[in-house]
Nanobody
Framework: QVQLVESGGGLVQAGGSLRLSCAAS????????MGWFRQAPGKEREFVAG????????YYADSVKGRFTISRDSAKNTVYLQMNSLKPEDTAVYYC?????????????????WGQGTQVTVSS
């Protein structure tokens, strides 16, 4: 079992920044892929960024490349999502997810563990 707890959401003006955190526990993370997903009202949940814990490789949706950065702190078993240059269209509930294995997939269906989500609201 894996437990994921997100934090760091909030309200920010367009152009601002936020950092989300996902504290993970419950398994050996050397063979785990982590992902950040988001779901806006009336839309499907979508992939935002992912990280392979084994080698630190990172992956991003085109819509956030150059603005968002996913990183990890292995000592704390925590994954971060630094979000800069935020836009109103980034408004969503952001979820942290994990799956066994080192491959990062873009499909939410391939992640078996999810956090409770944290709201990010970007005002124009």
């Amino acid at each position: 079992q894996v437990q994921l707890v997100e934090s760091g959401g909030g309200l920010v003006q367009a152009g601002g920044s936020l950092r989300l955190s996902c504290a993970a526990s419950g398994r050996t993370f050397s063979d785990t892929a982590m992902g950040w997903f988001r779901q806006a009202p009336g839309k499907e949940r979508e992939f935002v960024a992912g990280l392979s814990w084994s080698d630190g490789s990172t992956y991003y949706a085109d819509s956030v490349k150059g603005r968002f950065t996913i990183s990890r702190d292995s000592a704390k078993n925590t994954v971060y999502l630094q979000m800069n240059s935020l836009k109103p269209e980034d408004t969503a509930v952001y979820y942290c997810a994990a799956r066994g294995g080192s491959v990062v997939y873009y499909s939410e269906r391939l992640y078996g563990y999810w956090g409770q989500g944290t709201q990010v609201t970007v005002s124009s």
